[in-house]
């Protein structure tokens, strides 16, 4: 008799679904004076990260980092200056039209405003059944059927589909964006924002059906956020943006519990805690974020960081794995490891 094999000694490789390699993006800015050169805002520079399927990839940073942009090229929104993207073994980025509608299908975006993605004269139920007639998927009866399974999966009565936008709640407003979204069975989902404008108590229904729903239909979410205290319950892993580079990522809990880049350290803090006598003890950083039309030389964070020398100011520092799956771009992120914890509690 043939001995079993245990197949829980080997570790099973995570399927890659998408890899972004030195992706970089420049906009073009207007002349200073009527013969000047044209500035150029170096907005995302030598992005690289791979996406893995099923998986939650927390994106997060301050305001004019990049988040965003990043967001809208790997979807292939607009033309990266260089770099690649590859989703499901092809570089979107060199797709024909013919090739792209195809891939289209299989990613999507939910808006960070719904009332501003959703066409104030269409009814609900025929924006959630567009794409569907866009990609003819079934017959007039199957495509009814599957716009109702898709709202009772949205937690939304099938009385709203005759309804318009201004006539919906804002949470109600996100679950319709999220429908629309996940109505042809996409494989990667970017959630841009999208429930940065709504009520904590509507922030937290919503995060949880996102959840329940990559269970469900085997979803990848790029999710985009500024709130460390969301990405913190719906991402495996996150990657922390500062002026257009990824400076850290890692899995989640090994990221919150023991950052290793003072930016990221700095954000954890900023986290509002209900306990005064946790405030004191808070990591700050100074200032404001370079001008992206003229970034700093070496770390673009050396101005307001506490450790920054001299190296920092000139040499840029390499996005190595320091500890295992732990990735940082610091030149001092050793002398972090093991530091006591910013508090997120």
Known sequence: MKKAID???????????????????????????????????HAINGV??????????GLVGESGCGKSTTGQLILNLMEPTSGSVTFLGKDITTLNKQEWRSMRREMQLVFQNPLGALNPRLTIGSQIREPLDIHNVGDADGRNAIVLEMFEAVSLPPHLLERYPHQLS?????????????IIS???VVCDESVS???????????????????????????????LSVVRHISNRIAVM???????????ETLLENPLHPYTRALISAVPVPD??????RATIKGEPPNPFNPPSGCA????????????????????????KHMVACHHAEALVGNQKPNLS
């Open 170 to 182: 804002g949470g109600q407003q996100q679950r319709v964006v999220i429908a629309r979204a996940l």
């Open 7 to 41: 197949t829980n000694t080997k570790a099973v490789k995570p399927e890659i679904l998408m890899e972004v390699r030195d992706l970089v993006r420049h906009f073009i800015g207007p002349r200073t004076s009527f013969f000047g050169k044209r500035k150029i805002a």
């Open 186 to 188: 996409p494989k990667l």
């Open 301 to 324: 964070f050396n101005a307001r960081c506490p450790h920054a020398d001299d190296k920092c100011r000139t040499v840029l520092p390499d996005f190595r794995e320091l500890a295992e």
């Open 242 to 252: 500062y002026l257009g580079r990824i400076v850290e990522l890692a899995d989640s």
């Open 197 to 227: 404008a709504l009520d904590v108590s509507v922030q937290a229904q919503v995060v949880n059906l996102l959840v329940d729903l990559q269970k469900k239909l085997g979803l990848t979410y790029l999710f985009i956020t500024h709130d």
């Open 48 to 57: 690289s990260f791979d996406l893995y399927a099923g998986e939650t990839l």
């Open 276 to 281: 005064p006598r946790a405030r004191a003890s």
